[in-house]
């Protein structure tokens, strides 16, 4: 996740400038989960208080803790350093050979 400094005007069809991009790199054996794993992903990052309570974060520790304690937090597990992704998706990372550590 990155906030920008300065939003982009990509004219979108809600004509808001981009100020949080949310990247997602997922492993081609596993591309059966990827589309779900998204969705859940849009649906945490279209809540605006999340969005505003990621764009107030001081800190990539604080915009994590963020998204590990919205209501979808039992549903997310820790990959790796500040990556969170839906842990019905982790199996899939799991069988893809990926590493994966769930934080509880």
Not at 52 to 69: G, H, K, N, V
Not at 79 to 95: D, H, R, T, Y
Request: glycine share 4%; hydrophobic share 40%.
């Amino acid at each position: 996740m990155t906030r920008l400094a300065q939003p982009i005007d990509f004219d979108g069809p809600d004509d808001d400038p981009v100020d949080l991009i949310y990247t997602v790199l997922w492993p081609r054996s596993a591309t059966s989960a990827f589309l779900p794993a998204l969705s859940q992903i849009c649906r945490v990052l279209r809540t605006s208080q999340v969005r505003e309570r990621l764009r107030q974060a001081q800190s990539s520790d604080e915009a994590l803790a963020i998204l590990e304690t919205e209501p979808h937090r039992a549903h997310t597990c820790r990959v790796g350093p500040g990556i969170v992704i839906p842990k019905q998706f982790s199996n899939a990372l799991e069988s893809s050979g990926a590493a994966r550590t769930t934080v509880n």
